[in-house]
């Protein structure tokens, strides 16, 4: 089995920082495209921004300047930096991950969701 597992979630001011941190475990032979998604009370999963294995990424807009996805192929991790929170930040954040196991196929796994919740 493959494992996605969040940590860094919590509770900020408005304008403050955190850091999600991500790790994957398991059985599989090298990892594909990675990323955050998000999910405020009441509204669809949204992504939040990915990277390629070659450090190529992509950003929701309402992100873009604030939050900075990067990732560690030999530790098999991806991180969020976000600054600059806002209250519309609030969200459950799920880990992302396209995964090549053995025998060539490529799975996506998710994981549980840390909680961000930027209030004062």
């Known amino acids: 089995q493959m494992h996605l597992v969040e940590s860094g979630g919590g509770l900020v001011q408005p304008g403050g920082s955190l850091r999600l941190s991500c790790a994957a475990s398991?059985?599989?032979?090298?990892?594909?495209?990675m990323g955050w998604y998000r999910q405020a009370p009441g509204k669809q999963r949204e992504l939040v921004a990915t990277?390629?294995?070659?450090?190529?990424?992509n950003y929701a807009d309402s992100v873009k300047g604030r939050f900075t996805v990067s990732r560690d192929n030999a530790k098999n991790t991806v991180s969020l930096q976000m600054n600059s929170l806002k209250p519309e930040d609030t969200a459950v954040y799920f880990c992302n991950a396209f995964l090549y196991t053995g025998d060539a196929r490529l799975l996506e796994v998710w994981g549980r969701g840390t909680l961000v919740t930027v209030s004062s």
């Open positions: 990277i390629t294995s070659g450090g190529s990424t």
């Open positions: 398991g059985s599989f032979v090298s990892i594909s495209l």
